[in-house]
């Protein structure tokens, strides 16, 4: 079975309306109509619950939306995955490229492993590991 990493900015698009969300529900819609299944490292939920809480917090989302974005979020057939190494992968991964947080650098490694796509709305993220790791996909281009 084909497979894709998406990462917790790709699906929080497909469930709180901002920019790109559009371009995420295609990507999710057109996985799951192609029998592709959706992975991610185990860090995906708290990640995803996080960013809805910082929304709450910023005002950005009141509380029913964010419940209502969570219950959403579930929906999505996001299997969860990692590989005995991953960790130590993520952190030469991050210590590469110098990240301050090495949370993306799970995904990327997962997605490196697994032989697959990473889909990110992470701008910075992809201009930071394209180059080094072509499976990385932006979802504005």
Request: with cysteine.
């Amino acid at each position: 079975m084909r497979e894709i990493v998406v990462d917790a900015s790709t699906a929080i698009k497909t469930v709180v309306p901002e920019d790109m969300s559009n371009k995420a529900d295609a990507l999710i819609s057109e996985a799951k109509a192609s029998g592709i299944e959706l992975i991610a490292p185990h860090l995906y939920e708290p990640e995803t619950i996080s960013v809805l809480s910082r929304k709450v917090w910023e005002r950005k989302l009141t509380k029913t939306q964010a419940d209502m974005a969570l219950k959403a979020l579930k929906d999505i057939p996001v299997k969860l995955s990692s590989f005995s190494d991953q960790a130590d992968r993520a952190w030469m991964i991050a210590r590469q490229f110098n990240m301050r947080y090495a949370y993306d650098a799970f995904y990327v490694a997962l997605a490196e492993y697994r032989n697959c796509e990473l889909w990110t709305a992470d701008k910075k993220l992809y201009d930071t590991v394209h180059n080094t790791f072509p499976f990385v996909k932006w979802l504005g281009n």
